[in-house]
């Protein structure tokens, strides 16, 4: 009897402080929200090694339209395509904290940006969340990649192409981030609080921030990010290409077996060694994955633009 009440007493105790790490959680500064710079990085690079020089050509002049182009340029320390590719991917996560955009949900239209069809930050755009019978209750993730694609394709002028290239890198990598294709009831992970070891600098966070953070540092870049890219390509093969629907269908089963830590025995949610091992391994097969996609649909995509303009 004693133990059951001292048992009793544990749980409820232990489900008051998790319920405290959870609040304290959604005061933390809202930064995770996506794949880190890390991981939007290696996704285009691995996706730029495979692309066609003509497609590569046509890419780089349509990014230099860009207004912000000469920001990629800075931030990379470059003028390399590849490298300025890279920053463009990014860019979606950027324009959340920039004052000339505006949050379409929440405020009136700001002063057009010149050089740039839209400048909303879309921030619904970025996922999509789950409820548990399948219906999506939030995110427009996958309708918004799928209009980007068919944009690609039309005869878009080049503002519009500068526009949405950014766009399509950063969402096919957010698609392939499975938090990203979350549960309703937990925010993608969001509101899931975790201990975690292996992250001295941040040992207590929510599990979306830790698989946003898995690729690396978010300061990857030049020499470090191509030998991760090398790595990532040595230990995973080419995936089949699949649908968007696909992509996001393979993200959301992923919650069901590898995405969620023991909840178990602790006070909260510990990331242990073989999971931390797991969950590495499971993120580089889909920023791999993600490379491979982007690569192919940049290319169906593009590639009839590519012959009219060369003719
Ligand atoms: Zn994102």
């Given at each position: ?16 402080i ?10 933390l ?18 996706a730029?090694?495979?692309?066609s020089?003509?497609v ?13 182009h ?16 890279a920053e ?5 996560d ?5 004052p ?9 239209p ?11 930050r879309?921030?619904n ?8 019978s399948?219906?999506v209750v ?6 918004r990649l ?5 944009l690609?394709?039309?005869n878009?002028?080049?503002p ?7 766009w399509?890198?950063?969402l ?14 937990d925010d993608?992970?969001?509101e899931?609080?975790i201990e975690?070891p292996?992250n001295?600098r ?7 921030r830790?698989?946003?953070d898995?690729?690396?540092?978010p300061?990857?870049?030049g020499k470090r ?5 090398a790595?990532?390509?040595?230990e995973h093969?080419?995936p ?6 696909q ?9 069901a ?15 242990s ?5 797991r969950?590495q ?7 791999v ?6 690569c192919?649909l940049?290319?169906?995509?593009l ?5 009219r303009?060369?003719?």
């Amino acid at each position: 009897m004693g133990l059951g009440i001292d048992g009793d007493y544990r749980t409820r105790h232990n489900a008051a402080i998790r319920h405290c790490l959870t609040l304290l959680l959604l005061l933390l500064p809202c930064l995770a929200h996506a794949w880190n710079a890390a991981g939007h990085r290696l996704v285009a690079g691995i996706a730029w090694q495979q692309l066609s020089p003509p497609v590569q050509a046509l890419i780089a002049n349509t990014l230099r339209q860009h207004p912000d182009h000469e920001r990629w340029q800075t931030r990379a320390k470059s003028s390399e395509p590849a490298a300025i590719f890279a920053e463009a991917a990014i860019w979606p996560d950027e324009i959340r904290n920039d004052p000339r955009f505006y949050d379409e949900a929440r405020e009136t239209p700001k002063p057009p940006v010149p050089g740039l069809p839209d400048h909303a930050r879309h921030l619904n755009w970025h996922y999509m969340d789950v409820d548990r019978s399948g219906r999506v209750v939030s995110g427009q993730l996958e309708r918004r990649l799928n209009e980007l694609s068919l944009l690609l394709v039309a005869n878009t002028e080049t503002p519009r192409l500068a526009w949405a290239l950014p766009w399509i890198s950063h969402l096919v990598a957010d698609i392939h981030q499975p938090l990203h294709v979350g549960h309703a009831d937990d925010d993608g992970g969001t509101e899931f609080a975790i201990e975690d070891p292996f992250n001295p600098r941040l040992p207590f966070s929510s599990l979306h921030r830790y698989w946003d953070d898995l690729p690396g540092p978010p300061w990857l870049r030049g020499k470090r990010l191509d030998e991760a890219i090398a790595r990532l390509l040595a230990e995973h093969t080419a995936p089949a290409l699949g649908s968007v629907r696909q992509w996001r269908e393979e993200s959301h089963r992923l919650l069901a077996t590898v995405v969620y830590p023991e909840t178990t025995g602790t006070l909260l949610p510990i990331i242990s060694q073989p999971f931390h091992q797991r969950a590495q391994k499971v993120s580089g097969r889909r920023l791999v994955d993600a490379g491979f996609r982007l690569c192919w649909l940049l290319e169906r995509s593009l590639a009839p633009r590519v012959s009219r303009e060369t003719q």
